[in-house]
């Protein structure tokens, strides 16, 4: 059988066929050095190194371990790719220095493979379904030595290889620079939010007055509040959305199981969803609010509590205290910590205090929120497409 060793999407100057050799005849590994906590270091020290473990890769982690006197064989510099072999097997890295964990491999590889189209090749879906199926199902997936060399890599000559990587290295740029910007204005609105609801900031009136103190009171007693149905429904292929924790948490609503119309009509009886209502997440990531600006017709999990609209609130404005740090700490204080998740009963839902300005100023406040959420809603989307732009191009341009 012929193997087909050309990539589908390629540049024109190139036209050779790829070679395949598995990683045995290609790279070389060694595993890295478990250094007990009591030998580690929180500051760096005088001839210490970075301690590279699983806590680097943990997203906004200021963790950090230093050690001395590794020995040469776990010292890495930014040229090496390390990569997980055990735990979370898979996760490369690369472009840092200090000496790594024995949880890590570091690849070596020859001068006629280019470090980053080997980088990629390793992100690879492909790559990383094998890596995965080969470290095993156990409850710590481990990938030994012989393993890894099984791997067969498929690659040109350095010439194109450096092009692709070239390539790819510019869109991952575009993706590293718009997940920046999420990053600050996300922490821009966090700041915001932090001195308009603790009052630093006021807005004023149409003829530059101050608006009325603000009041405190119990969500209880500004609304009604409801949770989801207790049972799990049978699932269908077409029919009514049915929505989770994980709806409100990724504000996806899109991809969604049905229910029938029955068991809807049925539900919908008892408690009803409708626009300008606020689901927030009770069980599991507590705490969450989704404001519901869309007209729906759907029904919801017990996961979820369900905050009725009035006239006396904006909904839009709720929803944006309760994802304040002060209505979180609210939460806090009343969540259940020893269950397993994590859940806060409905009622004590309605023992949380909110803040309440008046109604205009209200609506001023959700406003300006809204508006810098749609532009960190704009920018998710222009990440969300560049991130599935480059898995396209990986899958087409490599074999």
């Known amino acids: 059988?012929?193997?087909?060793?050309?990539?589908?999407?390629?540049?024109?100057?190139?036209?050779?066929?790829?070679?395949?050799?598995?990683?045995?005849?290609?790279?070389?590994?060694n595993q890295g050095l478990q250094i007990p906590i009591s030998d580690r270091y929180l500051d760096e020290v005088d001839d210490s190194y970075f301690y590279i473990t699983n806590e680097f890769l943990k997203e906004n982690s200021e963790k950090k371990y230093f050690i001395k006197n590794p020995p040469e064989s776990v010292i890495c510099d930014e040229s090496d790719i390390l990569m997980t072999r055990t735990g979370n097997t898979g996760m490369v890295v690369t472009n840092v220095s200090g000496a790594f964990h024995n949880n890590f491999?570091?690849?070596?590889?020859p001068e006629y493979i280019d470090k980053i189209f080997l980088y990629q090749f390793l992100n690879l879906n492909n790559t990383q379904n094998q890596i995965k199926r080969l470290a095993g199902t156990s409850t710590i997936p481990d990938l030994n030595h012989s393993d890894f060399y099984r791997i067969k890599m498929t690659y040109p000559e350095l010439k194109e290889q450096k092009k692709i990587a070239s390539f790819?290295?510019?869109?991952?740029?575009?993706?590293?620079?718009?997940?920046?910007?999420?990053?600050?204005?996300?922490?821009?609105?966090?700041?915001?939010?932090?001195?308009?609801?603790?009052?630093?900031i006021r807005f004023k009136d149409d003829d530059g007055n101050d608006y009325p103190d603000w009041e405190e009171k119990k969500l209880?007693?500004?609304?009604?509040?409801?949770?989801?149905?207790?049972?799990?429904?049978?699932y269908v292929s077409e029919g009514i959305a049915f929505y989770s924790v994980e709806h409100v948490t990724a504000n996806q609503f899109e991809k969604t199981k049905f229910i029938s119309e029955e068991v809807f009509e049925k539900e919908n009886k008892r408690?009803?969803?409708?626009?300008?209502?606020?689901?927030?997440?009770?069980?599991g990531n507590i705490g969450k609010a989704k404001y519901i600006d869309w007209n729906v017709r759907a029904s919801f999990y017990v996961s979820l509590a369900l905050i009725k609209q009035n006239s006396s609130f904006s909904s839009k404005y709720l929803s944006q205290f309760i994802n304040s740090t002060f209505f979180q700490r609210e939460l806090w204080k009343r969540t259940i910590h020893v269950a397993f998740p994590?859940?806060?009963n409905l009622g004590e839902i309605g023992n949380c205090i909110?803040?309440?300005?008046?109604?205009?100023?209200?609506?001023?406040?959700?406003?300006?929120?809204?508006?810098?959420?749609?532009?960190?809603?704009?920018?998710?989307?222009?990440?969300i497409y560049n991130q599935n732009f480059k898995k396209g191009l990986l899958q087409q341009m490599f074999v």
């Open 342 to 344: 994590q859940k806060i």
């Open 354 to 383: 909110v803040r309440l300005p008046s109604l205009k100023e209200q609506n001023q406040i959700a406003d300006f929120l809204s508006a810098i959420d749609a532009k960190i809603n704009s920018v998710k989307a222009q990440l």
């Open 271 to 283: 408690v009803k969803l409708e626009k300008g209502d606020i689901l927030m997440t009770r069980i």
């Open 168 to 200: 790819l290295s510019s869109v991952d740029k575009k993706i590293k620079l718009l997940q920046v910007k999420k990053d600050l204005l996300e922490d821009y609105k966090k700041g915001v939010m932090q001195q308009i609801f603790s009052q630093q």
């Open 220 to 234: 209880a007693d500004i609304t009604k509040y409801y949770d989801g149905t207790h049972q799990t429904p049978k």
């Open 105 to 109: 491999f570091r690849i070596s590889y």
């Open 1 to 29: 059988m012929k193997v087909n060793n050309h990539p589908k999407l390629r540049f024109t100057e190139f036209s050779d066929s790829w070679k395949s050799k598995k990683f045995k005849e290609l790279t070389k590994i």
